[in-house]
Nanobody, 115 residues
């Protein structure tokens, strides 16, 4: 599977939680920095969180303390646990694998936070 495949997402109320998961073929996953990006209507795609091969994690300021990214090198998966969700987190979330200078993008999964 050369393209990341996402699962999870959906609809929740403010303050709720959702979990996203993504997988890609082993040969890409193990050597890539894995990340999650999002794009809200009318806005540019933005980085949400990344985790390197060595486990170094980065987050956009707006999700620090609420979101957690994790990777499982045995299952070739990267997850994004999202807690205390806000309406402004509503977006299409994309999984990304960055290997050297090449990006692999998933098709995206919708996350909607609404009361």
């Amino acid at each position: 599977q050369m393209q990341p495949v996402e699962s999870g997402g959906g609809l929740t109320h403010p303050g709720g939680s959702l979990r996203l998961s993504c997988t890609i073929t082993k040969n890409i996953f193990l050597f890539s920095t894995m990340g999650w990006f999002r794009q809200a209507p009318g806005k540019q795609r933005e980085l949400v969180a990344t985790v390197t091969r060595d486990g170094v994690k980065t987050y956009v300021e707006s999700v620090k303390g609420r979101f957690a990214i994790s990777r499982d090198d045995a299952k070739y998966t990267v997850d994004l646990e999202m807690n205390f969700l806000k309406p402004e987190d509503t977006a299409v979330y994309y999984c990304n694998a960055k290997l050297l200078m090449k990006d692999y993008w998933g098709q995206g999964t919708q996350v909607t936070v609404s009361s």
